[in-house]
């Protein structure tokens, strides 16, 4: 059994544990004095991270960077704002703090289309850029429009809200406060009337996969606060709240705490129509040896929606990609299994269990190391173990921290993983923000 940790106690381990763990890591690191011209394509938080480790793993490095974002988004925070407990301008940071252009290229533009076979790759503007080592790091696209009936216009009306609406480009996050709105515009209406809400969950892999529940119980625990009723569905593509026994129990036993909520599993959102609110979902399923399809329409007077989610258009376009539609790395070493001198961090991998922040700054000094590795022609040195955490809010001021690596849970801290805690909550919302500012984008830790 594990020893028990006193809440201030658990705070000051939280606050300290990442300036040690940056302090060794920095006294550790040996820049090498290697040539290579290397591009980074995409400046997330995955593309910074990876800018961070190369910068210190490599004396006087020749670096190009192709982002077209000034602003940068600390996306684990949307969610924050969505529940009203953080401020929208809390998430923005700028990326020329991070990005030092007297010793980096920085192109501010998107790539086009990626031509691995020539080692270039060719922006919106008609640039083309040539490289030796190049590390796509483009993250996800949402793809409302897969949804049909559905503009991004809607979200925000007609009880239509979705967390994840953002745009890096413009460094806006509308998702998060018209979804603050929507907890509120869902308050209101359940006073006069028990409302139908949904959640939904898409048929892809989606950035942060425990979101859609995430936002399942925030909304119904803010409803509870003031002894307000609503039919919940959470309707998912996937076979069962979670993969993993330990934590579907704790999920069902947080879904028993609120009003009944009605699970559909093998469900995802085909269509909307948006003023009559009516969700279609497509059920796809096998029945003796054969498989079948179903649609299902469903009213509602609130619906929040998870976007079916891709690699951004340059690379669905290139030949980078792999069988399942995500960039062809190797999980370990990260390195592209046909083109040599491509390498991936970050959402857009064909690697994590999880696509978080967490799995990109773990994968930032494994990259670094191997692309070192890989320009001296030695065999590739660093492996990545699948490292990906993840929280799930199951009410205000609890949570419980997902930890998963390749050979399932884990945990790194010396508490239990698969109980909702106050801690959780305080370390997510209050001091993940300076770790992500300070060290994950520093490549610090």
């Given amino acids: 059994m594990k020893e028990k940790i006193s809440r201030r106690k658990a705070l000051k381990y939280f606050t300290l544990s990442p300036i040690v763990a940056s302090s060794f890591v920095a006294s550790k690191t040996q820049a090498s004095d290697v040539k290579a011209n290397i591009l980074i394509v995409g400046g997330g938080t995955a593309g910074i991270i990876a800018l961070s480790h190369l910068f210190k793993a490599i004396k006087n490095p020749n670096i190009t960077i192709i982002t077209p974002n000034e602003i940068q988004i600390n996306q684990s925070g949307q969610v924050f704002v969505a529940a009203g407990v953080m401020e929208e301008t809390e998430l923005f940071l700028s990326n020329k703090d991070y990005i030092n252009t007297d010793k980096v290229k920085w192109i501010k533009d998107e790539v086009l289309s990626f031509e691995p076979d020539a080692n270039k790759v060719k922006t919106r503007a008609g640039e083309e850029v040539d490289y030796d080592y190049l590390i796509v790091a483009t993250g996800l696209q949402y793809n409302y429009e897969k949804i049909k009936g559905l503009k991004k216009e809607d979200i925000g009306t007609h009880g239509i809200s979705s967390v994840y609406l953002n745009d890096l ?45 995430r936002m399942l119980f925030l909304s119904a625990d803010y409803l509870k606060k003031d002894e307000l009723s609503a039919d919940f569905e959470f309707i998912s593509s996937s076979n069962k709240l979670s993969s993993l026994p330990k934590i579907e129990e704790v999920l069902y036993k947080a879904q028993d705490s609120y009003d009944p909520i009605k699970n559909r599993f093998g469900h995802h959102l085909e269509s909307l129509d948006v003023k009559a609110k009516k969700a279609v979902f497509l059920h796809e399923f096998e029945k003796e040896g054969i498989q079948k399809s179903e649609r299902l329409e469903l009213p509602y007077d609130f619906i929040h929606i998870v976007p079916p989610m891709s690699p951004v258009k340059a690379l669905l376009e290139s030949s980078l990609l792999s069988h399942d539609a995500w960039l062809d790395v190797d999980k370990y070493t ?14 857009t991998c064909a690697t994590s269990l999880q696509k978080t922040a967490s799995s990109a700054q773990a994968q930032g000094e494994i990259l670094a190391q191997n692309i070192l590795d890989a320009i001296q022609a030695k065999e590739l040195s660093a492996s990545f173990d699948g490292y990906s955490a993840s929280p799930i809010e199951t009410q205000y001021e609890k949570s419980i921290m997902l930890e998963l690596n390749f050979k399932g849970l884990t945990s790194t801290l010396p508490i239990h993983f698969e109980k909702p805690r106050w801690i959780w909550w305080m370390f997510n919302l209050y001091i993940f923000k300076s770790v992500y500012k300070h060290l994950i984008l520093r490549g610090r830790y």
């Avoid at 046909?338 to 970050?346: D, E, M, S, T």
Wanted: proline content about 5%; cysteine-free.
């Fill in 334 to 347: 990260l390195q592209h299994k046909k083109y040599k001198n491509v390498f991936g961090i970050g959402d």
């Fill in 169 to 213: 480009e413009k460094g806006t996050a509308r998702g998060a406060s018209d979804t603050w709105k929507w907890f509120n515009d869902l308050k209101t209406f359940a006073k006069e009337k028990r409302p139908k809400v949904i959640f939904t969950h898409p048929n892809t892999a989606i950035k942060s996969n425990t979101t859609p529940q």
